[in-house]
């Protein structure tokens, strides 16, 4: 059985510092490739330098390239080019994360907005898959969406946490969903036990996040609270319980799913 972690923000300081430990731990837990998530242009490049540094032939690193809607403030006009510029390099698998956080509002809605359009106009010139991001937006996040669809390769709604409304919006515009270990928490996550089960096969794929949402049914919970790849199988477990699956199917379609919509190559 092999796994997929299509969302680690490796370049956050508490996994940095101990990466190759940690992705000793990620392989021993059967988490074979991993996508290093890029939430500004500095950190884009620094999920890209970390492929190169870390990836090999038993667990291999790719990455995104993007503005995450709380730096969309950052945004200017030589960003795009920028930009253009790392989405071109071979590790890098997608634009983001970019997209909506209207829960937060650490930028203005109408630069969110911005930066989110010009990153999918760079999408669909470079026929890459969207990593996107959204938080109390989801109506919006599906009009600005709508006019790009049918020239969009893929897009994913990573970390998805959202209500029934959100998702089969989602669905209808065929994109895929990225569950997380928001499911695996018994105070807020509980919502989507029953939602797992309408995600179809071929659109669903798991991921950490990490170091953020550590599974709340991992016992005993490490000392410094922070998630990693390698407890990725918990969310495997969650939502094949609520997806009535084994747990080795799941993870073989979601596996496949994911290396589908990266382009990932086949483990020798």
Known sequence: MQLVDIGVNLTHPALAKDAPALLQRAYEARVTQLVLTGTSLPESEQALALCGELDDSRLRLFSTAGVHPHQASEWTADSGRQLADLLRQEAVRA?????????????????????????????????????????????????????????????????????????????????????????????????????????????????????????????PRPKSGQNEPAYLPLVLK????????????????????????FGLPPLE
């Not at 990593?131 to 009009?143: C, G, P, T």
């Not at 319980?241 to 290396?259: N, Y």
Request: hydrophobic share 40%; with cysteine; charged share 30%.
């Open 95 to 219: 634009v983001g994360e970019c997209g909506l956080d209207f829960n937060r509002d650490f930028s203005p809605r109408p630069q969110q907005e911005r930066a989110l359009e010009e990153q999918l106009e760079l999408a669909v010139q470079l026929g890459l898959p969207v990593f996107l991001h959204e938080r109390d937006a989801d109506q919006r996040m599906v009009q600005i969406l709508r006019p790009y669809r049918d020239h969009l390769r893929a897009a994913v709604v990573h970390c998805f946490t959202g209500e029934k409304r959100a998702l089969y919006a989602y669905l209808d515009m065929d994109l895929h969903i990225g569950i997380t270990g928001w499911i695996c928490d018994e105070r807020r996550g509980t919502h989507l036990h029953p939602l797992v089960r309408d995600i179809p096969r071929g659109r669903l794929m798991l991921e950490t996040d990490a170091p953020y949402l550590l599974p709340r049914t991992l016992r």
């Open 238 to 261: 969650e939502v094949a319980l609520h997806r009535d699956e084994s747990e080795a199917d799941l993870a073989e379609h979601t596996t496949a799913c994911a290396r589908a919509f």
